[in-house]
Each structure stands twice: as C-alpha cells, then as structure tokens.
C-alpha cells in the first residue's frame, strides 16, 4: 500500500520512515513538500498521493510561542488534522496521528488513563485537543496516540538541551515538581510500527473506528531527575567535555521558573490498555538515552 508520512524531519518522522518502510510504499514528506498550515495543499497532495494510510507526526510543538502566536499553532495543530481526516476518509484510508499529555491539567494523583477528563492549560494543548476532537468529529478510521516528553537524535529536545547548558554552565536549576515519561522517538516509531503490523494481520480498524491510546515510556520522572540522568550517562560516555556534574543540577518549584505556557504538573500517562490491546509492555526510557549519547557523541567527534 502506499503510505504518505507527514513531518519526516522531525524527531518521530524521521524514525517512522524506517518502521514504516515494511508496510508499503512510504511517501515522506517535510515542511517543503507540505506546509500543514496550507490547508489547501494537505487537500492537493492527498488528492495527488492517494494513500492508504497516514500518518501525521508534524505539529506545533514550540509550547511557549505558541501563546502569541494562536492563529498558526490552531491552523496547524486544530484545523490540519481535521482536514486530513476529511481526506482519509474521502480515500477509505486510516489516519495515524500522534497528541499529547498537555491535554490534562495535571492535577491527578495518579497516571492519566485515556477516559480521564481532559483540560488543557495552554494554547499547545488546546490546539491538540482541538486536532484530536476534528479527528473524531470526521468519522473516519483513525488511530490517536498521546505521548509525552518526547526525545531523540534529531531535532531539538531537553536532552540536547541540557547537553548544551552542561558545556556552558557549572551548576543549573532545573525544575522537579513537574512529573512525566520521557519518552523515545525512537521507541514510538517502533510502537506504531508494531500496532500497524498487528491491525494488519488481525484487529484491523471497523469503518468510521477511532482508537486513541497512551503511548509513554516506563518509569516517569521528574523533569529535574531527567537532566541529572542526562548529565550522569553522559559523563561515562566517551566524547563529552562537560563542566557540569548531575550533583550541581539543582532541583527548583514551577513558580521559580515562570514560562509563558502553563505545563501539567502530573504529565504521567497509563499505558495499560495499548498494552493489553497488542501485548505490548512499554520499556524503560533510560537504555535509548544512553544509546543517543553514544551517537550525538560519534558524529560530534566526526565519526
């Protein structure tokens, strides 16, 4: 079948192209190629492309510019995904398309299951609720994963962040009253590669069905835990000069560090029933981080 992937330099997208790639013919496409806040030209390519299925791993992710700049993150988060689901849904295809924890408040005790209220506390997370509800409001086949904390080799991410302050920088606050997964691209290509493969074989989607699932890696931490980790496999890895040691990474209150966009507090997402669904089990994240490190370190190293 032919496969059209929205967003393939991204940080999901560039690691799709190689999951996909066994399930068909895969047409990738950037920000060049389709520029989702073109509505008209998400109708012409499908129009074009005629794919079986989709899969959008593009999105408005800049969190804080997002609250100035509203028009672009709804045409883009909101009101593409909604387009794509007419289109899907024209061609009889099903439609992959990946959302966020920041559709909760972050006020729950416990890890977020998929039933929980949603209330999202940011222009971000509104728009990809928004996207989320045109999904569903279109009635096609589609599949809806909401991950979080999201990093990989490519593209820029709190990992690479970190690395960067711990050139810089002898001591860092960092905050730890904020809870999530982090997250692998590396590991989501992989879900969604094995999900499509079983949907195929089996359990493939009625018509007009929408699943949506938690997709996170195990063993949530605090995002001030997650730079200390970065901080510490990095300092065993050869390649890395770094003047920042995890001990001097200091943990702060949200309220210390005020950000435009207002971030859940609890961003833990339970898993079990993609789990159940495909008798999956998510893995820890912390093996995929050491594995980047390795890697950022050969290519800055020139290898």
Not at 109 to 119: G, L
Not at 191 to 198: C, D, E, F, R, S
Request: charged share 20%; aromatic share 6%.
């Amino acid at each position: 079948m032919t496969i059209l992937l929205l967003g393939k330099d991204g940080q999901v997208g560039w690691q799709l192209q190689r999951s996909l790639a066994p399930h068909g013919k895969v047409v990738a496409c950037g920000r060049a190629e389709c520029d989702l806040s073109d509505l008209a030209a998400i109708r012409s390519l499908l129009r074009v492309v005629r794919p079986s299925l989709v899969v959008n791993a593009t999105a408005y992710t800049a969190v804080d510019k997002a609250e100035s700049d509203v028009a672009v993150a709804t045409r883009v988060n909101a009101e593409a995904p909604g387009v794509l689901a007419e289109e899907c849904k024209a061609l009889a295809a099903t439609l992959v398309h990946y959302s966020t924890d920041y559709v909760y408040d972050g006020t729950k005790a416990t890890p977020y299951v998929e039933t929980d209220a949603t209330d999202p506390q940011s222009v971000y997370g509104r728009t990809k609720l928004a996207g989320e509800d045109a999904i569903r409001a279109v009635g096609g086949r589609s599949l809806i994963f909401r991950t979080s904390w999201v990093f990989g080799a490519r593209g820029g991410n709190f990992v690479k962040t970190i690395l960067r302050l711990a050139r810089e920088r002898e001591t860092l606050n960092v905050v730890a009253d904020q809870v999530g997964s982090p997250t692998p691209a590396a590991m989501i290509s992989t879900v969604t590669g094995i999900v499509l493969a079983m949907l195929r074989r089996g359990a493939l989607l009625e018509k007009g069905e929408n699943r949506l699932y938690h997709l996170a890696a195990a063993n949530p931490v605090s995002w001030c835990d997650f730079a200390r980790t970065i901080v510490a496999l990095a300092d065993e890895t050869p390649g890395f000069d770094l003047l920042l040691q995890a001990e001097a990474i200091n943990a702060i209150t949200t309220a210390e560090y005020p950000t435009p966009a207002r971030r859940p507090a609890n961003s833990r997402l339970d898993c079990s029933r993609l789990e159940s669904d495909f008798g999956l089990e998510m893995p820890d994240w912390q093996p995929y981080l050491g594995r980047m490190l390795q890697l950022l370190a050969l290519k800055q190293n020139g290898y």
